[in-house]
C-alpha cells in the first residue's frame, strides 16, 4: 500500500496575506506592517520509538505563541481600523490555518463587503470553501478573483487545485501551466501539478516537478513525501527512503511521512526500522490502519524499542 501524499502543498493551501500574484497588494492603510505570524517550532527527533509511548505533541509544546494571540492583535487592530479590509482579510487568514472555517469565512465576507474588487480575499475564501469542500462555491471564488486579476499566480493554483478534486484534470494541467508561466518560481505549481501528474501514473514527471518544487522551497515537506511516493511506484525504493528521512527530520509529527516511510525501508528488508517508523506514526496517531497493518507485517511487538535511524 502506498499513502498518499498531502493533498496541499503548504504553499498552495496558505492564505495569502500582503501579496498578490507576486505584486504588491493594491493601495490599502498600512495598519498591518508591524504586524507578524509566528512560526510554531519543530521538534527535535529521537533516535528510537516505542508504540504506545506518547508522541511527541505530548511531551513537547511550542516555543512560540499560537495563532489566537494573532487574532488577538489583529482584533486590536480591526477594533481601531474597522472599516479595512485588509485587517479582515488577515485575521480571515489566521482563523482559516487554526482551523476555524466559520470565523474565516466572516472575515472574509467582510472584507469583501468593503471591497468587492479584493482579489485577495476572494482567494482566500475559496480555499476555506476548499478544506470544506464546498467545491462550487470555490471554483466561483477563485474565478473571481481572476476576473479581477488575471495575472493572479496563486489563484490559477487555487483553481487548478478545485479543478483537481472535481477530475477536470485537462483544465487542471492548463492552470498550473498559467501559474508556471506567470510565476516560473512558484513552488506551489509545480508541486500541484506533480501531483497531478502522479495521479495520472506519469511518475517521471511528478518527480521532475517535485524535485523543481523542492529545489525552490527545500524546507517543505510535502514534496519530499510526494516524490517518495512517485519513487516507491518505479521501484527506486532507496531513493524513497531517502526523501522520507528528509521529510520526517523536517515534520516529526508527519504522519503521513512516517508511515511511508515504513513501507520505504520495508521494502528494503530493514524490518526494525521499519517498525521504527510505524511505531512513531502510531505514537501520533494509534487508529491509523495502514501503519498498524505495517506494524503487523514487519513483526512489530507494542512496547518493544525499534531504531528510527
Not at 485587517?87 to 482559516?96: P, Q
Request: some cysteine; glycine content about 8%; aromatic content about 10%.
Amino acid at each position: 500500500m502506498i499513502v498518499p501524499p498531502w493533498r496541499v502543498f503548504a504553499g498552495a493551501g496558505c492564505y495569502r496575506c500582503a501579496v498578490m500574484g507576486g505584486k504588491p497588494a493594491k493601495s490599502r492603510p498600512r495598519v498591518l506592517a508591524q504586524f507578524v505570524l509566528l512560526p510554531i517550532a519543530l521538534f527535535a527527533l529521537a533516535g528510537c520509538a516505542t508504540p504506545g509511548s506518547p508522541g511527541a505533541s505530548d511531551q513537547d509544546k511550542p516555543l512560540y505563541p499560537g495563532p489566537q494571540s494573532n487574532v488577538a492583535s489583529l482584533s486590536e487592530v480591526i477594533a481601531a481600523h474597522p472599516d479595512d479590509p485588509q485587517a479582515y482579510n488577515m485575521r480571515g487568514a489566521v482563523y482559516g490555518e487554526a482551523g476555524r472555517p466559520e470565523q474565516a469565512l466572516a472575515d472574509f465576507n467582510k472584507a469583501i463587503s468593503l471591497d468587492p474588487n479584493y482579489a485577495q480575499a476572494y482567494a482566500n475564501r475559496a480555499l476555506v470553501y476548499r478544506r470544506i469542500n464546498k467545491l462550487d462555491q470555490a471554483l466561483a471564488d477563485e474565478n473571481k478573483a481572476l476576473a479581477i486579476d488575471p495575472s493572479y499566480a496563486a489563484a490559477y493554483v487555487g483553481r487548478g487545485i478545485v479543478y483537481r478534486e472535481q477530475g477536470r484534470n485537462t483544465q487542471a494541467l492548463e492552470d498550473f501551466n498559467k501559474a508556471i508561466g506567470l510565476q516560473p518560481e512558484n513552488p506551489e505549481a509545480y508541486y500541484n501539478r506533480g501531483l497531478l501528474y502522479q495521479s495520472q501514473r506519469q511518475h517521471a514527471f511528478a518527480i521532475d516537478d517535485f524535485s523543481t518544487a523542492l529545489g525552490l522551497a527545500n524546507k517543505k515537506t510535502e514534496p519530499y513525501v510526494a516524490r517518495a511516493l512517485s519513487y516507491l511506484a518505479l521501484g527506486d525504493t532507496k531513493s524513497a527512503a531517502g526523501d522520507l528521512d528528509e521529510a520526517v527530520q523536517m515534520d516529526p509529527l508527519n504522519l503521513r511521512a512516517w508511515t511511508s516511510r515504513g513501507l520505504a525501508y520495508e521494502r528494503l528488508g530493514q524490518k526494525d526500522k521499519a517498525a521504527g517508523s510505524y511505531a512513531k506514526a502510531l505514537n501520533i496517531n494509534d487508529k491509523y490502519q495502514p501503519a498498524k497493518e505495517g506494524f503487523a507485517r514487519v513483526g512489530g511487538k507494542v512496547g518493544q524499542t525499534y531504531p528510527t535511524f
